[in-house]
């Protein structure tokens, strides 16, 4: 087993005093790839947001738990001790990055300016190419001198998540990597974090919002709703036995796992609010299990057999183990 | 045939003179009923020919014609304009932001039924509770609504003048995957109930597996494949369409259809 | 569900300049609205009430010439001795009216031209807004002294004295056109958006449109633009007496208060400062109400 590079405990985030995140507890091994999956308002962004020390920006704190990497505990970092640790130790892709990139510099110049930067003493050119190779870019020589605007949205990505690499990170963070792009260029970007996982042993912690793009390159997944963890297992746990309702019913939301003219599955009811959660389990005013317990309750993210976790007070699940917490 | 609503002959279209096609040589006929679906990437023209059929673009070439008259010839007014009506991909720009959801429906009784005011509201609420909205959410204007229930209201709006043929494009993709789920069983439970005819516009194969029964898939302006959608994907014969199918994600990862 | 209560987030740090956003303004979402209003109904309340309570006239000699401000003089008297307090009142009202003639006279009229632009053929479209673009590139003081010249024999108007008419007609002319370039660019982006193209293919008439679908989505833009502008337009008024133009002597105007001060600027500071002073907590109050409606307009933008 590989010791844990990143293990966030029971986390807690408040913006104006209101909870939006609260005991979210993850781990990642040392080349693992974490799949950290939820729909709008579930808080994984938030939680990319805490992991880059990115919070003060929008006004939140911590105010709970802790987040260790690599034996740094982040939680408490100054502003300094966070520049030695964003770039350099974990590389971030952002959201909506496909227009980060500054629009009156070539990639070049920007992709050269960052090896600089948080990579000195290295070749800068050699380096550069050797980064657009790593993501897959053909022909760098020839890219390195384009504008972004000159680009296609899967190679802008693709520069987006190179400027990534560019501090040799141990651990790459991507916040919707994929999201605003077309279907078969998600896929060469997916095959892209496969490959860098191989070639350079680093750990990714991919955020989505579709089960389905985590589901080929991801060991792990959390699953996350109403501002907390509800299910951490192995990809093939959680896509095929989940031991949660929420995972069961977003499976159960894909149209690839029903037949033509057959019902999805849907969850009744609107999803909670960030920081107006409900009182105890925050998926049960939508949980057509949820018992007494559900309502007074907040479920804790326990182990459960097989090396994962579920934060449930029970319910008929295909496998017996997530009995054993009722 | 009076049962053919919309039929499209080798046409062509430009966004202006002289420009190059977005699309061309495109074929397609939707009957009453019916369920077809077009699938492509951005670029490829799907949204271009979704325009077509909705008359907002005339062909440069070839013919559109909704039962059996080209939209040109359709006056602001006519009957025919309540055959088909069309569900937007965006749910926040596609209301009015000063409308409320009975507002936004209620307008379109009003116009095309002659009703009024009460009457009009009255049917509007009946519309809304067909697409799953009623009580206290109808008098909110979209800012208070979620996604998914915007969504439903433009597709309340989309009903209120009776169409035969909803075209949607990419009526779910800006939505979560759970609320998703809730807007296609809702086409689903229309096509039962109305009998109405879709065209699904979509980048997602999956969905378009879910909705329709035929489909074609568009490749840089061009139809590069169409037929049954079943068979379309169990046995594509262009290379692009296996691409497309490849591309779906976490396909291998999934437990097959149940 | 434990409740813990935790220290209250230190407020993030402004420029003391930026007063929409003084604590109380933070704390609360429409405080800076409400303090806006609070100081604009104040100051209209006592251009109604001074000038009537008021023991003097705006024109009598009241006192001895250039007394500083005291009891009897809040504000002082001038060169001639006249009250500075109520002539500031006064004045501003005369001003106020003016502003209310310019700024909804302008927004109705570059609203129209703007909407039809936008909605009409290109044709009309380029008409318009190559006529816009020559007045809105056209010196503005220029065409204030023409009409000024054309219409000085106008006297005085209902409740606007001699000078105001002219003044208030200039200032139109040239100040329609930057509402029809605002709301031409709005209505051309709303035009795009999908509810639109809804209307349309739903065959509503091109004055639907506009009236129940444009329009409604343009008011709050327009408004707090309205208000801004009432800004603007105060200053062009209260500027207009430095090249003779605007309200006439003896009715007072709050620029011809400012320029009959300057000369005894050194000795009798009061006679320029206090009517500037009323000035600035004018146009305050307005940009408070400018930033909030401003804030909704970019909020409802989402």
């Avoid at chain 1, 693709?158 to 690499?165: F, P, Q, S």
């Avoid at chain 1, 690839?256 to 057959?262: P, S």
């Avoid at chain 2, 492509?40 to 023209?45: P, V």
């Avoid at chain 2, 497309?244 to 097959?256: M, N």
Wanted: charge should be neutral.
């Amino acid at each position: 087993m590989n010791p844990d590079l990143l293990t966030i405990t029971g986390l807690g985030v408040e913006i104006n005093g209101l909870p939006v995140l609260s005991d979210v507890s993850l781990s990642l091994p040392s080349h693992g790839v974490l799949g950290l999956v939820g729909e709008t308002g579930s808080g994984k962004s938030l939680t990319c947001r805490a992991l880059m020390g990115l919070l003060p920006r929008i006004g939140g704190t911590v105010v709970a738990g802790s987040m260790e990497f690599a034996g740094t505990t982040l939680t408490g970092l100054d502003d300094r001790g966070w520049a030695k640790v964003r770039g350099r130790q974990i590389g971030f892709v952002p959201q909506a990055s496909l227009n980060a990139l500054d629009p009156v510099m070539t990639v070049g110049a920007q992709l050269k300016e960052a090896v600089r930067l948080l990579d000195p003493g290295t070749d800068v050119k050699a380096r550069s190419h050797e980064l657009l190779d790593l993501v897959r870019l053909p022909d760098p020589a020839h890219v390195l001198r384009r504008y972004p605007h000159e680009l296609s949205g899967g190679m802008r990505q693709r520069v987006m998540i190179a400027l990534a690499l560019a501090g040799r990170p141990r651990l790459l963070v991507a916040d919707e990597p994929t999201t605003a792009l077309d279907v078969t260029v998600q896929k060469a970007i997916l095959e892209v974090f496969a490959d860098l996982r191989t070639a350079t042993g680093m750990s990714l912690l991919l955020v989505t919002h579709d089960l389905g793009v985590v589901a080929d390159v991801a060991d792990t997944i959390a699953v996350m709703y109403g501002g907390t963890v509800v299910e951490l297992g192995s990809t093939q746990q959680v896509m095929t036995d989940p031991s949660h309702p929420y995972t069961a019913a977003l499976l159960g939301a894909r149209p690839t796992t029903r037949a033509a003219g057959e019902r999805l599955v849907t969850i009744p009811g609107v999803p909670a609010v960030p920081g107006q959660w409900p009182t105890g389990c925050r998926f049960a005013p939508r949980c057509e299990w949820a018992r007494d317990v559900c309502r007074t309750q907040q479920p804790a993210l326990l182990p459960l057999a097989d090396d994962r976790s579920s934060a449930c007070h029970g319910w008929p699940a295909p496998h017996e183990e997530a009995h054993a917490h009722v | 045939m009076s049962d053919l609503l919309l039929e499209v002959t080798d046409a062509e279209f430009r966004y202006a003179k002289g420009a190059p096609p977005a699309a061309h040589h495109i074929t397609l006929a939707v009957r009453a009923g019916d369920s077809l679906g077009i699938v492509g990437e951005s670029g490829s023209g799907k949204t271009t020919i979704g325009r077509g059929l909705v008359g907002s673009l005339h062909p440069s070439a070839g013919a559109v014609l909704v039962q059996g008259r080209p939209w040109k010839s359709i006056r602001r007014r006519d009957p025919v304009r309540r055959v088909v009506q069309m569900v937007f991909q965006d749910p926040y720009a596609s209301l009015n932001p000063m409308l409320s959801a009975v507002g936004t429906v209620a307008e379109v009784v009003r116009v095309w039924d002659g009703l009024a005011a009460r009457p009009a509201v009255a049917r509007a609420e009946e519309i809304l509770a067909e697409v799953g909205l009623t009580g206290e959410v109808i008098t909110r204007r979209p800012a208070g609504l979620s996604g998914g229930q915007r969504q439903r209201v433009g597709i309340a709006r989309a009903l209120a003048c009776g169409p035969q043929v909803l075209v949607a494009d990419e009526p779910t993709s800006a939505l979560d995957v759970s609320v998703q789920a809730n807007v296609l069983n809702l086409l689903l439970d229309l096509r039962e109930s109305r009998g109405l005819a879709l065209v699904l516009i979509s980048h997602d194969l999956s969905v378009v597996d879910y909705l329709t029964e035929r489909a074609m898939v568009m490749y840089r302006g061009e139809v590069v494949e169409s037929g049954p959608t079943g068979s379309l994907l169990s046995d594509p014969q262009h290379p692009y369409t296996r691409e497309l199918i490849d591309s779906i994600p976490g396909r291998s990862a999934l437990p097959p259809a149940a | 569900m434990t409740t813990t209560t935790l220290a209250p987030t230190p407020a993030p740090r402004r420029h003391w300049l930026r007063l929409p956003h003084w604590r109380f303004a933070g704390r609360h979402p429409n405080g800076a609205l409400a303090l806006g209003l609070g100081l604009l109904g104040l100051i209209v309340l006592l251009t109604i009430v001074v000038p009537m309570l008021s023991p003097h006239s705006a024109t009598d000699i009241a006192g001895t010439p250039l007394s500083p401000p005291s009891l009897a003089h809040p504000f002082g008297t001038d060169t001639v001795g006249r009250d500075v307090f109520v002539r500031t009142w006064l004045g501003g009202r005369n001003d106020l009216l003016m502003v209310i003639l310019v700024v909804l006279a302008s927004s109705t009229i570059g609203t129209l031209v703007g909407v039809v632009a936008a909605m009409g053929s290109p044709l009309t479209d380029s008409v318009l807004m190559r006529l816009t673009d020559a007045i809105i590139s056209f010196p503005g003081m220029i065409i204030v002294m023409a009409i000024a010249l054309v219409f000085s024999d106008m006297g005085e108007v209902g409740p606007f004295p001699r000078g105001a008419l002219p003044a208030v007609i200039a200032i139109v002319v040239i100040n329609w056109a930057s509402y029809t370039r605002l709301v031409r660019g709005e209505a051309l982006s709303m035009r795009s958006r999908d509810f639109v193209t809804a209307a349309t293919l739903l065959g509503y008439s091109k004055s639907r449109i506009v009236t129940r679908h444009l329009l409604p989505n343009l008011a709050t833009t327009v408004v707090a633009y309205m208000v801004v502008d009432a800004i603007v337009a105060v200053v062009t008024i209260a500027g207009m007496p430095f090249i003779g133009a605007g309200i006439q002597p003896p009715a007072p105007e709050w620029g011809s208060l400012m320029l009959a001060g300057t000369t005894v600027l050194y000795t009798a500071w009061w006679v320029t400062v206090m009517p500037g002073l009323v000035v600035t907590v004018y146009g305050i109050a307005l940009s408070l109400i400018a930033d909030s409606l401003l804030a909704q307009v970019d909020g409802g933008a989402r």
